[in-house]
């Protein structure tokens, strides 16, 4: 035979050649001692196989070894492609192949730690299958993380890390194609980048160093470089001490450094036109996979705009102001004297300080009524929120040249204009309690002429969690690291 034969490959039109296949045996149905079916799966799709007794070419023997078989194992098949007289269900591919030679490659254990099939359900069909009074296990997260490697088998997975990988290239596209030059710095550093408690502290050759908590350092020190416009794909490292939804102690930075003539809107605009891009080559281009995850996962199709809607803090502050009048007019929920807090559910508005996680969340809400998309940028941030490198605003210092982006509520990026100036980067570091001393190599590198910048950092794992609407960071990390796991 020779050639091998994809099983996505097999249709009609190959009736009655022999074809080599390798896959996974998926199901296995022995039917007495003469008969066994085996669906086979490659690549998300499969077929079945039918081993019969003939008297030339296949032997009881066979037909056991191939009843014998354990789900999972890897499988070769010589066979004849046949169509089957009623339609095949269970399998996606409607013709049958007859089986003349099989050979195990791989075999798995005889009990797998996680049934797929169960693995592969979504909550309506647990539900539906627990009230016909099926037998079945709900998988959960960790048993799930602990077998990631069956785990990432079922269809929904291997469509959220296409998709994963889709924003990947999407971002490195669009970049290359606006003159932006891939760069690799540094993961081991001297100091914390972005300061803070999070950051994981080692021994590097007896001196004090750390796992970089971003690119943010050498991503500025490429622009002093002259590299113009810059980007990266790499691993971000926070020694991050709780368990939310949305926060991993590594996850997948997408960094972003460039000039600006101007103003740090040029940054937004990048932002602007690399997400539209993105998210428009995401539904055209990865239609099984979404469709893969939302089966598992129901979700609606992420609302956008074809020019992004920008916010300022403060009308983000105002529009949740007006929010929170009215439920006090209404008397739904409990304010406080400055009528700043709504208790009960958990907002906390101060004018100069950050969103929490709350406000974030009914903000996304609001601009979802008013504006009808679930993706905007709300900028010009209270400096006092944001890290030391900051640009603060021309017009108003309590203010600063900065910008968070969100989807469906949730924060999935941070930029800013940067401060170039190396005096007052200096003074802004040590008032942010930032040891001097640790990145006075980038502070130096301002003394030589730097241009004005700006960039942005984005959470790849966030990304693909709220585009595909998930409701967990780990779900879309292949081997998440978070404050309780570090294996497998
Ligand atoms: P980043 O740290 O990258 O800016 P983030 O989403 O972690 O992104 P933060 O500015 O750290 O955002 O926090 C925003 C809000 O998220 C906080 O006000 C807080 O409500 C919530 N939050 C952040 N970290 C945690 C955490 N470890 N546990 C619980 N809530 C958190
Ligand atoms: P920031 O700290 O906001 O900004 O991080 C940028 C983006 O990274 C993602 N993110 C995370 N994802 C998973 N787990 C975490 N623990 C976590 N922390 C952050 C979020 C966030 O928006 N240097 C700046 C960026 C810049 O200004 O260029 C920075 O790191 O999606």
Do not use: K
């Given at each position: 035979v020779g050639e091998w034969t994809r099983v996505e490959a097999l249709v009609a039109a190959l009736e009655n050649r022999t074809v080599l296949i390798r896959g996974r045996a998926q199901a296995i149905r022995p039917v007495g001692k003469k008969m066994a079916f085996v669906v086979i799966r490659e690549n998300g799709f499969t077929v079945q196989c039918l081993v019969q007794a003939q008297p030339?070419?296949?032997s009881t023997q066979m037909v056991k070894f191939a009843a014998a078989l354990s789900r999972e194992s890897i499988v070769d098949v010589e066979g004849i492609v046949s169509i089957p007289a009623a339609p095949i269900k269970?399998?996606?591919?409607?013709v049958e192949i007859q089986v003349r030679k099989l050979y195990c490659v791989s075999r798995a254990v005889p009990?797998?730690?996680?049934n797929l099939e169960d693995a592969a359900r979504s909550e309506v069909e647990i539900e539906k299958a627990l009230q016909a009074g099926e037998q079945l296990v709900r998988v959960n997260q960790d048993t799930r993380l602990n077998f990631r490697v069956l785990d990432v088998r079922t269809p929904a997975n291997q469509g959220i890390f296409r998709i994963q990988s889709h924003v990947g290239s999407a971002f490195r596209q669009f970049l290359l194609s606006e003159n932006f030059v891939e760069i690799h710095t540094p993961k081991l550093i001297a100091g914390s980048s972005e300061g803070g408690a999070s950051v994981f502290r080692l021994d590097y050759k007896g001196q004090p160093a750390c796992l970089a908590q971003s690119p943010q350092l050498h991503k500025q020190m490429s622009i002093c470089g002259d590299f113009g416009r810059v980007f990266e794909i790499g691993p971000v490292f926070r020694a991050e001490d709780s368990y939310t939804h949305r926060h991993l102690c590594e996850f997948t930075g997408l960094d972003v450094e460039m000039e600006i003539k101007k103003h740090y809107f040029e940054v937004m605009d990048i932002v602007d036109r690399l997400f539209v891009a993105m998210f428009d080559s995401l539904n055209q281009n990865c239609k099984k996979d979404l469709e893969a995850v939302g089966c598992q996962y129901p979700f609606e199709p992420l609302k956008y705009l074809r020019q992004t809607l920008r916010l300022t803090y403060e009308e983000g502050i105002q529009m949740l102001k007006v929010c929170l009048k009215i439920c006090k007019l209404i008397n739904l929920q409990v304010v406080d004297k400055k009528g700043d807090r709504m208790m009960d559910v958990g907002i906390e508005i101060e004018p100069f300080g950050d969103l929490n996680t709350e406000a974030e969340r009914k903000l996304g809400q609001l601009v979802l009524e008013k504006y009808g998309t679930e993706f905007y940028i709300l900028h010009r941030y209270p400096l006092a929120v944001r890290p030391f490198y900051t640009m603060p605003c021309y017009d108003n210092p309590a203010y600063s040249n900065s910008f968070d982006v969100f989807i469906r509520g949730e924060e999935i990026i941070s930029g800013a204009q940067r401060v170039h100036v190396p005096e007052f980067l200096e003074q802004r570091a040590a008032a942010c309690g930032i040891d001097v001393k640790t990145i006075s190599a980038y502070i130096d590198s301002f003394r030589y002429g730097a241009p004005p910048h700006g960039g942005f950092g984005v959470g790849l794992e966030r990304v693909v969690m709220l585009f595909c609407g998930l409701n967990n960071i780990r779900k879309t990390s292949l081997f998440p690291r978070d404050p309780l796991r570090i294996a497998p």
């Open positions: 030339d070419t296949v269970g399998a996606t591919q409607q009990t797998l730690p996680i």
